[in-house]
């Protein structure tokens, strides 16, 4: 059964950094490309990022572009996503979810989320 | 950018009628490579999204026959044909050449 399970959603400042993770199992980790999504409270989803099987392609939404950065870590089947100088419009449940290929294509199964507050 | 818009916002549907959601693309969805990279979730309420469509019209595994999809380019279709309780939420197209999802649509039963 695929798991994704994401941690490290907390309340930070204005400007401030984080780190989220995403630890996978039952399905071959590197197999397959991985993402993150968002949903702001009450809102739509949004799609943040996507990494290649790999780690040797990453794509980013223009709204989070040079301030956030997809990893991968295959030996520990685990899926990163780095926040930096992040603003009141970055608050969401972050997702992890897995991609149905190797390259990116449909998120096929996802975590529960992990909540993000940006706030002073 | 491609823009994803969705119509209608909010549908009210009496189990076991039919329900319609329509996904337009501000660009062709058709990649060079010949496939079409449209799909289509579901989000119950207090649920993650599932995916139900993917490349138009392949439906995920598990996912029951009276969902199907259809479409070309830059129009495309969710169709329910029998709406069964279980099926509200919010329904989500996404494009997948630069992804982007549209603004959802939301299914309520009568």
């Known amino acids: 059964e695929v798991q994704l399970v994401e941690s490290g959603g907390v309340v930070v400042q204005p400007g401030g950094s984080l780190r989220l993770s995403c630890a996978a199992s039952?399905?071959?980790?590197?197999?397959?490309?991985m993402h993150w999504v968002r949903q702001a409270p009450g809102k739509g989803l949004e799609w943040v990022s996507l990494i290649s099987w790999d780690g040797g392609s990453t794509y980013y939404a223009d709204s989070v572009k040079g301030r956030f950065t997809i990893s991968r870590d295959n030996s520990k089947n685990s899926l990163y996503l780095q926040m930096n100088s992040l603003r009141a419009e970055d608050t969401a449940l972050y997702y992890c979810?897995?991609?149905?290929?190797?390259?990116?294509?449909?998120?096929?199964?996802w975590g529960q989320g992990t909540l993000v507050t940006v706030s002073s | 950018d491609i823009v994803m818009t969705q119509t209608p916002l909010s549908l009210s549907v009496t189990p076991g009628q039919p329900a319609s959601i329509s996904c337009k693309s501000s660009?062709?969805?058709?990649?060079?490579?010949?496939?079409?990279?449209l799909y289509w979730y579901l989000q119950k309420p207090g649920q993650s999204p599932q995916l139900l469509i993917y490349e138009v019209s392949s439906r995920f595994s598990g996912v029951p026959d009276r969902f199907s999809g259809s479409g070309s380019g830059t129009d495309f279709t969710l169709k329910i044909s029998r709406v069964e309780a279980e099926d509200v939420g919010v329904y989500y197209c996404?494009?997948?050449?630069?992804?982007?999802f549209g603004g959802g649509t939301k299914v309520e039963i009568k």
């Open positions: 660009q062709s969805l058709l990649h060079s490579d010949g496939k079409t990279y």
């Open positions: 979810a897995k991609d149905k290929n190797y390259y990116g294509s449909a998120a096929d199964y």
């Open positions: 039952g399905f071959t980790f590197d197999d397959y490309a």
């Open positions: 996404m494009q997948g050449i630069h992804p982007v």
